[in-house]
């Protein structure tokens, strides 16, 4: 799997075909993996598919800090620069769909077009079921061990809940999960926390100044959270339009991969 430094890091990718760049961007605790069921249609029909696995990810660095939404997209922005890639349709699941909106708001001259699905919203403020999942990960992160705290409480959250019933594709995503080191979730003693910077505006109020052309979709069965961030990313992103897919939860490109 090639790799390069980006933004201080190694970053491991793939990049497949010929045509107009088209960049994968994973969902949180997985890696480039997901979207091994896109990636050969995709070269079919003309693209260039690059996907890479996020910092803190897959077999990229995982260093103890710079877990950041603007990271992320500087991070991206290298990758392109390495490859020679001067603008890109970006594509996002979850976390990776927050990736892709800061990146066009960061980059906008680079984004050729935005897929968002059933995507992170950053400034979004999460119901408290979320906010108690992610507590309850910390937790037991730290009582455990990265590997069964994430069995026990984050596979078998119901984001996972239709491709549970696809068990080729849900063994890929149990086999994604056990390698993710959930640097996020752990912090090393004497680890000093993060340095804070000065409040920045917020993706969610910013998405009226992406230019764009945004598609959003999301699963019929995806949690409350997510199903209204996808109305709130359709209602602001100037001419988004927005898809809802029948039958499929949050996990829609492994669920109904065509």
Aim: glycine share 10%.
């Amino acid at each position: 799997m090639p790799h390069t430094y980006t933004n201080g890091i190694l970053t491991f990718y793939e990049d497949a075909g010929e045509g107009e760049p088209l960049v994968l961007v994973h969902g949180h605790s997985l890696d480039g993996r997901m979207w091994a069921y896109q990636v050969p249609a995709l070269v079919e029909a003309g693209f260039r598919a690059v996907r890479h696995d996020v910092r803190g990810h897959g077999r990229t660095t995982v260093p103890p800090e710079g877990y950041t939404w603007e990271n992320y997209a500087r991070d991206l922005a290298e990758l392109l620069d390495h490859l020679n890639v001067e603008r890109a349709h970006v594509v996002g699941l979850s976390m990776g769909g927050g990736i892709a909106l800061q990146f066009a708001l960061d980059y906008p001259e680079r984004v050729l077009s935005l897929m968002l699905a059933d995507s992170a919203l950053p400034g979004f403020g999460y119901s408290d079921a979320i906010g108690s999942t992610i507590q309850a990960l910390r937790e037991a992160v730290k009582a455990e061990g990265v590997w069964p705290a994430f069995q026990r409480l984050w596979l078998t959250h119901p984001l996972f809940d239709g491709v549970r019933a696809k068990p080729e594709a849900y063994a890929l995503i149990e086999e994604m999960v056990r390698g993710f080191q959930a640097p996020e979730y752990v912090r090393r003693e004497g680890q000093a926390a993060e340095p804070q910077a000065a409040p920045a505006p917020q993706v969610s109020d910013r998405l009226g100044e992406i230019s764009a052309r945004t598609l959003v979709v999301v699963g019929e069965n995806d949690i409350d959270d997510f199903r209204l961030i996808a109305e709130i990313l359709a209602a602001t992103i100037p001419g988004a339009r927005q898809v809802v897919l029948p039958g499929c939860g949050h996990m829609v490109p492994m669920e109904d991969p065509d």
